[in-house]
């Protein structure tokens, strides 16, 4: 089935929408998207895994020496804290613990030299607001998150479902604002920002009637409803775009509900067997979730682990026990979702991608050569197994993770160093280039953009993101 | 354009062609060797050189260089560039003064052999154009001063009030007319929900229509506007959005941020007045410093974005209407504010020399402190911070700054009439649809002691107000015509507060201590308004800004988001199934509890289908699901959440 674009849902909208839409909305710096603007697009739809919290390469995607823990051994030798294993492809080796992954990895691209942006001291939601936006905060108007991009400028792939969907974070454990202020659509307007799911296994309460509701209660108060604005007063004072614009959103909403791609949004609705294979945890169900929702048209997801202060992958301490935890959390829902996605013929027209803000290390707290003020204090000399692992922020190198959508299959790109500070020696990738690919998988140029307050704003910074085409098959 | 200039561009590009190199033409100026930047090497030359004649609305010898394509495109002469090759672009010959008797610039400075080098391997270079970008004629500045202008006859007019007769010869010449005024149910209701942003309780509705005192409107607008803790509370979420003023807030985490909430309610409540309020703000008087503190972030922070920059940014936007945003990281290419205007004026916030930087490299200088217009006065460089932001306030509070009281009346007028007389709201360089109007209401503030409640009662005693509401229409700023109201939406917190009225039920606390302000009552005590409650789902689904940026203006789409977030949001479903409960608790028969709910919600009588149609709805038990479908329905109508 070819996928609506952009321009069939402008067809298909009404003039109000149009109008609305002209009224409402930044004007783009192009007159129409047009099929000169967008390029031919590799993928359809995009899924973000995010591990929240700063994901240690070296005990992940790129291992290196393995140092089993023993008292008195020196934190300076240690660079790793699993052994290493192998993978589908020859010249990748993972770190233990991520098996089913690594028993995908030919159906995809790893890179291992994403530097993240130098911000000084470290807090990670502004690295994660940097990763989402492509715009280090503050920013003087509202940067908006990638999702809000592609949704704004793509539109959703299937008209009822909201084209921007958020699984698994919560707001109020911690760095709530911080994280608000990139989860959201900024400038585009709040039309295009997150349709928030923090609790995949109840993701279903977000699309069915309000609890203890029956359908034909919903279908009944809708009808009602409809019949009641129409006998109103100001049904009679001609349109106005205001009226319109609610109508249509509430009926947008109603679509939503009572269609058939809300099941997909109904955990309870899949298989066990196949259910069971997910269920790790809240990431895991949002996995399941995110399969569920890209088959029924979703454009953009984001699914994460949950950011939340020294809480999974941010590990200030026991970082080594922290992630022989979390690991099986992550490792077979992702190996599952690449497959389902595989089997069900969706894996070649959807981009996934894992990635986090940056990576951690025993030793250097942001760059080699540019290194900030350390948080962590790491003995000389390790002891105690609370201090074995990777405890302090390191962002020079980091793993990006991707299947689908038209990127190689069983690559590899980029290169760090064997040894501490193990930093990017090769192909280094930063955020305006790591948007630039997604964005150019979806057909949409570096440099498209839409006006405001008389200024262009970009998807990628300045618009000069460079896809890396190596990246794609 | 004056027709002698129009005659000189003419005879100089009309039916030009390049000249053939004679032996004793000056040599062309190089190419620079280097890859041309477009937005920071050609821009700033087309915009400073050619934007007079050859861009906007002028487009001397049928040339302009807006766009890539009309640069390509050419003008009468033909073709002005040749792609790949600048020397055999006619451009070129003309700004490289080939010809005496044809050079461009036609007017102002010639252009120097490096911006000639840069034009030149631009073109070589295949002509690169920033995507998008639009080559715009150089903004005009608004006129600072204040101006009164002299009030067109009462007689005309029909009317004493004077924005009627400021708005009479306007409304004539675009055959509108401001005669028919709405009735005074919907008066009330606008009045109400823009003054202190409640709905009228059926009782006090019916008081009013019931009264037959002449000049009831105005007694009524006077006594809400007297009401100084629901009219305090109201006006808080404006300020809060535009002072970044939040309870939560980004930047808490390392006590970035300081709140001026109990500062805010205070000046509001006590209606302190406008140029006092500025001069506190600006100055971070006890319980106003979090607005010129700004929000620290940790870490490194691009120095456009440094606390003292935040608030030569935010000053400017908030009180002038200018938008020093992109002056504060390189010169403007929207108006003509400079790096150096951003800098003079963020370092008289700062405690030691800022260095200017461009782009975020330091430039190794530091710009003299001075204020956005010099021509007010100056900022002494030497003295200390307290001393410069007095003396920044008073150049702000200057009587000869018209901008500040321009700017203030226009957000006023905006927000009552759903649309500014000058638009966006925040760029009061652009034109009004009306000087006079804009003018008279800014000086007739000033003359008033800056008292904002002043201007909020002419502004809602006008016949201009008391029109029937219009579409708000697809007009840009350039061609709007001024017919009525334009429709607005409720903003969040005059839903939520709507919600809570209808179904008796407000929160339990407040998120924020405020004082006590004084006043008259207007309207019976309520509970816990929106505005002390921090952000939840559905506030922010209906457009509650999270006040990480200056917002003045609340969005007016209805989003599918916020639809949703109504439809099965916990949120609201919970506050239904409080009025539910209440309602049926009253143990009313159904048909009089129909009528109490529109005529809480909607103040009005349900015509008899209405009547019929929501009684079917409730069902014959006139259950608690009964009768939440029908607030439910209620509250989603547009003549709901419209402001009509």
Redesign the interface.
Same mark, same amino acid.
């Given at each position: 089935m070819p996928t609506p674009t952009r321009r069939d849902f402008l067809k298909t909208a009404s003039a109000a929408t149009l $109008?609305?839409l002209? &009224? #409402?909305s930044p004007r783009?710096?192009?007159a129409e998207l047009t099929s000169d603007v967008l390029l031919p697009a590799t993928a359809d739809a995009v899924i973000v895994l995010w591990m929240g919290g700063g994901m240690a390469a070296t005990e992940t995607f790129d291992p290196k020496r393995y140092t089993p823990f023993e008292p008195g051994v020196e934190s300076n030798r240690i660079l790793s804290t699993f052994p290493t294993i192998d993978t589908a492809v020859d010249n990748i080796k993972f770190s233990a613990g991520l098996e089913k992954t690594a028993a995908v990895m030919d159906r995809g691209t790893l890179i291992r030299s994403y530097r993240a942006g130098?911000?000084?001291?470290? %807090?990670h939601s !502004?690295h994660q607001y940097h990763w989402h936006t492509g715009y280090?905060? +503050?920013?003087?108007? &509202?940067a908006p998150h990638i999702g809000a991009w592609i949704s704004k400028t793509l539109g959703p792939r299937d008209p009822v479902v +909201?084209a921007f969907i958020d699984i698994g974070q919560r707001f109020d454990v911690g760095?709530?604002?911080?994280l608000?202020?990139f989860h959201?659509a900024g400038f585009l307007?709040?039309?295009y920002?997150p349709? %928030?799911l923090p609790y995949p296994d109840q993701a279903v309460?977000?699309? =069915?009637?309000?609890?203890g509701?029956s359908a034909e *209660?919903f279908k009944? *108060?809708y009808e009602?409803?409809k019949?009641?604005?129409a *006998? @109103?007063?100001?049904a009679e004072?001609? $349109?106005?775009?205001? !009226?319109e @614009?609610?109508? =249509? $959103?509430?009926d947008? &909403?109603?679509r939503? %509900?009572s269609s058939p791609a809300a099941k997909a949004f109904d955990l309870s609705e899949e298989p066990k067997e196949s259910y069971d294979k997910y269920n790790t945890g809240r990431f895991g169900l949002g996995c399941l979730l995110a399969r569920r929702l890209v088959e029924v048209g979703a454009r953009f997801i984001e699914v994460t682990t949950e950011y939340i202060p020294f809480k999974h992958w941010d590990t200030h301490d026991n970082g080594h026990t922290r992630l022989s935890e979390l690991k099986p959390e992550i490792d077979a829902p992702i190996a599952q979702l690449i497959l389902d996605l595989e089997a069900r013929g969706l894996l070649d027209r959807t981009l996934v991608v894992l990635a986090s803000e940056f990576s951690r290390d025993m030793m250097t707290e942001g760059k080699p050569d540019n290194q900030?003020k350390d948080q962590v204090e790491v003995p000389d000399v390790v002891n105690e197994l609370k201090y074995y692992g990777m405890h302090r922020h390191f962002t020079d190198a980091g793993c990006v993770l991707m299947f689908g959508g038209g990127v190689k299959k069983g690559f590899l790109y980029g290169k760090t160093a064997d040894e501490r500070p193990c930093k990017t020696i090769e192909n280094p990738i930063q955020i305006e280039a790591l948007h630039a690919t997604i964005y150019r998988a979806l057909g949409i140029?570096a440099?498209? #953009?839409y006006?405001i307050? *008389? =200024? +262009?704003f970009y998807v990628t910074k300045?618009?000069l993101g460079e896809p890396v085409m190596e990246l794609f098959g | 354009m004056t027709g002698s200039r129009l005659l000189i561009c003419l005879l100089l590009i009309g039916g030009l062609a390049i000249p053939s190199r004679a032996d004793e033409t000056p040599a062309l100026p190089p190419a620079v060797e280097r890859q041309i930047d477009f937005h920071k090497d050609v821009a700033p030359i087309l915009l400073g050189s050619c934007v007079a004649c050859h861009a906007g609305k002028n487009d001397d010898g049928g040339y302009q260089v807006s766009t890539r394509e009309s640069v390509l495109a050419g003008g009468d002469s033909g073709p002005s560039v040749v792609e790949g090759n600048s020397a055999e672009s006619l451009l070129i010959h003309l700004v490289a003064q080939q010809d005496p008797d044809r050079v461009m610039p036609a007017k102002g400075p010639k252009l120097t052999a490096a911006q000639v080098g840069i034009l030149r391997a631009w073109i070589d270079q295949g002509l690169k154009w920033e995507e998008g970008f639009v080559i715009r004629p150089k903004y005009v500045p608004a006129e600072l001063k204040p101006r009164k202008p002299e009030l067109p006859s009462a007689e005309s007019a029909g009317s004493e009030h004077p924005i009627d007769r400021l708005l009479a010869p306007y409304l004539a010449a675009s055959g509108h007319s401001s005669t028919e005024q709405v009735d005074d149910r919907t008066f009330a209701r606008r009045a109400y929900l823009d003054v202190i942003g409640l709905l009228p309780s059926p009782e006090d509705l019916n008081a009013f229509c019931a009264d037959s005192a002449p000049g009831k409107r105005a007694m009524l607008v006077e006594r809400l506007l007297a009401d100084r803790k629901q009219y305090a509370t109201h006006w808080l979420s404006f300020w809060n959005d535009a002072l970044r003023n939040d309870y939560q807030g980004t930047g808490y985490i390392d006590g970035g941020r300081q709140q001026v909430s109990q500062w805010l309610f205070t000046a509001l409540g006590e209606n302190k007045p406008y140029h006092q309020f500025v001069r506190e703000l600006v100055t971070g008087a006890p319980g106003a410093e979090g607005f010129i503190k700004g929000i620290t972030w940790r870490g490194v922070v691009n120095a456009s974005q440094v606390p003292e920059m935040q608030a030569a940014q935010n000053v400017s936007q908030v009180f002038l209407g200018v938008n020093l945003k992109c002056a504060s990281c390189h010169d403007s290419f929207i108006n003509d504010w400079t790096l150096h205007d951003a800098y003079g004026l963020a370092g008289v916030f700062a405690e030691s020399q800022l260095e200017v930087h461009r782009c975020d490299q330091p430039k190794g200088e530091y710009a003299p402190l001075k204020f956005l217009y010099p021509e007010l006065g100056t900022i002494d460089s030497q003295g200390n911070r307290e001393m410069r932001l007095q003396q920044l306030a008073d150049l702000l509070t200057h009587e000869q700054n018209g901008r500040l009281a321009r700017t203030i009346v226009n957000r006023l007028w905006g927000k009552f009439l759903g649309r500014g007389i000058i638009e966006p709201v925040d760029d009061m360089d652009n034109t009004p649809w009306n000087a006079d109007l804009l003018d008279w209401l800014a000086v007739d503030l000033a003359e008033h002691g800056y008292d904002l409640t002043h201007t909020l009662g002419l502004i809602l005693t006008s016949r201009a107000y008391q029109m029937p509401a219009v579409d708000r229409g697809d007009r840009d700023a350039e061609t709007f015509i001024f017919h009525g109201p334009v429709v607005k939406r409720l903003t969040a917190e005059q839903f939520s507060d709507a919600l809570s009225q209808i179904t008796h039920h407000w929160p339990e606390k407040a998120d924020v201590e405020l004082p006590q302000v004084g006043g008259e009552p207007a309207v019976k005590d309520v509970g816990v308004r929106a505005a002390l409650k921090v952000s939840n789902p559905l506030v922010t689904a209906m457009g509650r800004p999270n006040r990480e940026q200056v917002v003045t203006s609340r969005p007016q789409t209805a989003t599918t988001l916020e639809a949703l977030e109504l439809t099965n949001g916990q949120t609201l479903a919970d506050q239904l199934a409080k009025g539910g409960a209440y309602w049926q608790s009253q143990g009313v028969e159904r048909d009089q509890l129909v009528q109490s709910l529109y005529r809480e919600a909607l103040g009005r009588d349900p015509r008899p289908e209405e009547q019929a149609d929501a009684e079917t709805l409730i069902g014959p038990a006139a259950t608690a699901e009964g009768i939440q479908d029908l607030l439910w329905s209620i509250i989603m109508s547009p003549e709901f959440q419209l402001v009509y």
């Open positions: $109008s609305a002209a &009224a #409402g783009g710096l192009r130098d911000l000084g001291f470290i %807090l !502004r280090a905060p +503050p920013q003087t108007v &509202a +909201p760095e709530g604002e911080e608000k202020a959201q307007g709040t039309e920002g349709f %928030l309460n977000a699309i =069915r009637p309000p609890g509701m *209660r009944a *108060r009602a409803y019949k009641l604005i *006998r @109103s007063p100001v004072h001609g $349109s106005d775009y205001q !009226r @614009s609610l109508e =249509r $959103s509430v947008n &909403a109603y939503l %509900l900030v140029p440099n498209h #953009g006006e307050e *008389r =200024r +262009p300045d618009g | -």
